[in-house]
């Protein structure tokens, strides 16, 4: 439903935030650098830059590194130019820190989406942000020879997931200490503070045995060259157990969650296209008729947009012309004979092939993680810490884990490329004529 921070924008924290700055010893190393005070790139690519090379230059291999650049890359369809890049990144030179500063310019496609990107040839590091860039991945370095070493780090929360928030990747861990590292101009704020302790406790609950031996919360900031750390016996336990009810959802009754995913629809529909209504369009009468033909994906049943709408839809031409509903267990043979645009809405078992890159995404079941990349169908089990191929529906039948995805026409070719795929069954869709 939520990433981690979209959750966290959601919520109104106590004054001070649940964890206060002030509860966390801050420590200043020092380096007797200044950094240059303009810096002519966005301060999000600058932080990605600085956690990516970070963990390149300590021995990650850099395909890994740059694993969410290229599966944006991938998304965007700019794989070679990705690639290009990639090679050119060797150290901390000049040409590899232009490179890095646009290579992560694709990481929006896969975490945001194609709407927010731009493309990565309009970033242009000057030498100021250059020079500040490699000064704080060497502080970072230095960083993690005084308090590392570190044992994991790049890692999601599988079994910690739940119905509100199914997205988030942690940065670091250390034996007892969970990291995270922000490179701010500022001081911390309750918005980080929350963020590290929702990856506890998500930590906590997943599969990773590492959390276990956590008794520490950390952050640090390249940028001011600070550490801020805080023990886990100076945080309450009702501050944890809050946090874990009322913003992750553990325990969440269903009235809660139905109410959570209603208010998150109507939000979706208010705030996810500000283009004002165009009587031009076809059968737009009103904002919210003209918003659901905008953003959302179909219903055969309904004529228009459903709510789980496809992760992209590249061709935005289909907005002009007219959607041609159809139902039944293949495409209708016009697509292929005037090569149409098309919406899909169908079942399917599937697994990942070797050496390839999740990108499906589920946006209708409860049984699988929300906006999160699908690796299999199969249902993971939390306490089991198994995957299952098969489960008992409300009547009591057993039945495949054959989850419904709703993919654009490249997609549902690039899903047939990339999975292994068996019992596919076609529900309906729409193509645009």
């Not at 308090?147 to 988030?168: C, H, L, N, V």
């Not at 001081?187 to 599969?207: C, D, F, R």
């Not at 369009?281 to 953003?295: E, R």
């Not at 999160?372 to 810490?385: E, H, Q």
Request: glycine share 6%.
């Amino acid at each position: 439903m939520y990433s981690v921070t979209q959750r966290i924008s959601k919520i109104k924290q106590p004054r001070g935030g649940y964890i206060k700055r002030k509860d966390f010893t801050c420590i200043t190393l020092e380096d007797g650098i200044e950094l240059n005070s303009q810096e002519n790139i966005h301060p999000s690519l600058i932080g990605l830059v600085i956690d990516y090379m970070t963990r390149f230059c300590m021995g990650t291999p850099k395909e890994t590194a740059f694993h969410i650049s290229i599966l944006g890359a991938k998304i965007a369809k700019n794989e070679f130019v990705a690639y290009k890049l990639l090679s050119k990144i060797n150290g901390l030179d000049t040409e590899s820190i232009i490179s890095a500063s646009k290579l992560v310019g694709y990481d929006v496609c896969y975490r945001a989406g194609m709407a927010y990107f731009k493309p990565v040839s309009e970033i242009t590091p000057d030498t100021n942000t250059i020079t500040n860039i490699i000064t704080m991945i060497k502080r970072t370095l230095s960083f993690w020879e005084q308090y590392g070493p570190i044992i994991k780090d790049g890692f999601t929360f599988e079994g910690g997931y739940t119905s509100i928030i199914s997205a988030g990747d942690g940065d670091y861990l250390t034996k007892d200490t969970l990291w995270d590292l922000k490179v701010l101009k500022e001081e911390i704020k309750p918005k980080y503070t929350l963020q590290l302790l929702i990856y506890l406790i998500m930590g906590q609950h997943s599969v990773h045995k590492e959390f276990k031996n956590i008794t520490q919360l950390g952050i640090y900031n390249p940028r001011l060259n600070k550490v801020y750390i805080i023990k886990l016996d100076a945080i309450s336990q009702s501050i944890i157990d809050t946090v874990s009810r009322d913003v992750i959802g553990y325990g969440i009754s269903s009235e809660e969650l139905k109410e959570l995913h209603t208010a998150q629809l109507d939000e979706l529909k208010k705030n996810f296209f500000k283009t004002p209504i165009q009587k031009s369009s076809p059968n737009a009468n009103d904002s919210d008729d003209y918003l659901d033909k905008k953003i959302y994906g179909y219903s055969s049943k309904k004529k228009y947009m459903s709510v789980a709408f496809p992760p992209k839809i590249i061709d935005e031409s289909i907005y002009e012309k007219e959607p041609i509903f159809w139902s039944g267990n293949a495409l209708p043979s016009i697509i292929t004979q005037k090569n149409l645009s098309y919406i899909v809405r169908f079942k399917a078992c599937f697994n990942l092939k070797k050496g390839k890159e999740p990108f499906v995404m589920n946006k209708t079941s409860f049984l699988y993680p929300f906006n999160k990349a699908l690796t299999t169908s199969d249902i993971y089990d939390s306490k089991s810490k198994k995957y299952y191929s098969q489960y008992l529906d409300k009547n009591g039948n057993i039945v495949k884990s054959k989850p419904t995805l709703i993919l654009t026409s490249d997609d549902f070719k690039l899903f047939q490329e990339l999975y292994i795929v068996k019992d596919l069954e076609i529900l309906d869709g729409c193509y645009f004529l």
